[in-house]
């Protein structure tokens, strides 16, 4: 192989696997979205539903894994 090719096919890998991760993140904010809430403070407020969510998942953007895959974008 040429270095030519060594070179778009290196830069090609770099540009899928950053589509990847995008695509893993969209996916993992999912699960922080109000519809992903079901069971949580049932028997309470709007206000306390997220803040006992929040208590339990944390914040997406303070979730390790997150944090992780955006160090490889």
Not at 33 to 38: A, V
Not at 59 to 73: H, S, W, Y
Request: aromatic residues 8%; glycine residues 6%; proline residues 1%.
């Amino acid at each position: 192989m040429s270095p030519a090719t060594i070179e778009k096919l290196t830069k090609r890998h770099k540009e899928l696997n950053k589509e990847h991760i995008l695509a893993i993140l969209g996916d993992a904010e999912k699960e922080y979205f109000q519809r992903s809430m079901n069971g949580y403070a049932l028997d309470g407020t709007e206000n306390d539903k997220n803040n006992d969510f929040q208590q339990v998942r944390g914040l997406f953007e303070d979730n390790n894994f997150v944090k992780e895959l955006r160090k490889n974008i």
